[in-house]
């Protein structure tokens, strides 16, 4: 070891003591601070003018609105196998094709093919049909059984593309923004443009869930409130996994990536409750990290994010960030004006200089 380094070793232990000798005496000065706070929250408790409710109470929906679950066999066995209803104006289109198109023709193509498949076993077998024909091509038939499927394809491709085209609708500028950050194991809202607060949210213990009469590893502890019938711009983000936000009655799936944002645009049509389920295997507790969505009138929504520590309504929001833009505009005036006359000064200086020259 060289001397350089023994002395380096050396003030790092004297660095480490006088940190601890620090941290020991701001022990009790910190809680000297705690007894104080704690003290100043009693005083204005027992105040009687109270500026802000210190837990304001907010309404949440209950189990009669629940409009988003899965149903189960023993309830409706034709249900539990199908698609939920539909809660958003491209979910409700994407079921209509479901039901109008791709399943009438799946079912038609299957029972034609079946009949092919029969006919050709009872009426062109060895028994009924001693003598086979030798023909090895047909032009008219070979030009039917290609056109019909492109014909049948591009019929299907008509309303499929346009679906397609409708999920991936961007946002318009002024939706409200509202992030899901997918952590192991459970949800966290973040509400980007009501002040950026963060809810996080838990399955509830199968027990309180049933007690409130909601449906048991679906319910949870704080639900994602939403706006109903205005644009939101989901997006969806992984805090440490590929989790992936998924609702079937409002029709989407979207990934919740690490180091990237995925972003759609949602409207809801009616109040309620939405559940869905983390939909990508994220490790242990995957299972266990339902998705509530609660949807409000706007003007119920916007008390609600009032409710929330540090929430603010888009109104509230802008009337703060207009106000200290005037200050930056006036200070940058106060700027110009001191270059102004350095400019001033400096001129006359040359001027002076050049006189005596
Ligand atoms: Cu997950």
Request: proline share 7%; hydrophobic share 45%.
């Amino acid at each position: 070891m060289n001397f350089g380094a023994f002395a380096r070793k050396k003030l790092n232990l004297l660095a480490l003591m006088v940190m601890a000798a620090f941290s020991l005496a701001a022990v009790p000065q910190g809680a000297m601070a705690q007894e104080e706070a704690v003290q100043a929250a009693t005083s204005v408790a027992e105040g009687d003018v109270v500026t802000e409710p210190a837990a304001p109470g907010f309404d949440y929906y209950g189990p009669e609105m629940i409009k988003g679950q899965p149903t189960p066999s023993d309830e409706d066995l034709w249900a539990s196998m199908n698609f939920q209803a539909q809660h958003t104006e491209t979910g409700e289109y994407a079921l209509w094709m479901h039901d109008a198109i791709l399943i009438p023709m799946v079912f038609i193509i299957s029972i034609f093919v079946l009949f092919l498949l029969l006919w050709v076993m009872f009426r062109y077998n060895k028994r009924a049909n001693t003598v086979p024909s030798k023909t090895s091509h047909n032009t008219v038939i070979e030009v039917v059984w290609t056109v019909i499927p492109v014909l049948i394809l591009v019929v299907i491709a008509v309303p499929s593309i346009s679906l397609l085209a409708e999920q991936y609708k961007t946002p318009p500028e002024d939706a409200i923004t509202i992030k899901a950050n997918g952590y192991q194991w459970y949800w966290g809202y973040e509400y980007l443009d009501n002040g950026g607060f963060e809810v996080i949210s838990n399955m509830m213990p199968e027990s309180e869930a049933l007690d409130e009469g909601l449906p048991p590893q679906l319910a949870v502890d704080n639900r994602m409130v939403v706006p109903v019938g205005v644009p939101i711009r989901l997006q969806t983000f992984g805090a440490d996994v590929i989790h992936s936000f998924g609702i079937p009655s409002l029709w989407f799936k979207l990934d919740a990536v690490p180091g990237r944002i995925n972003e759609k645009m949602l409207i809801i049509d009616e109040p309620g409750i939405y559940y869905g389920q983390c939909m990508e295997l994220c490790g242990a507790r995957h299972g266990y990290m339902p998705i509530a969505i609660e949807a409000r009138p706007l003007d119920e929504y916007n008390a609600w994010v009032q409710s929330q520590p540090g929430g603010m309504t888009r109104a509230q929001v802008e009337a703060l960030e207009s106000a200290p833009a005037v200050e930056d505009a006036e200070s940058a005036e106060d700027a110009a004006e001191a270059g102004d006359t350095e400019a001033v000064e400096e001129a006359e200086v040359a001027d002076n200089a050049a006189e005596a020259a």
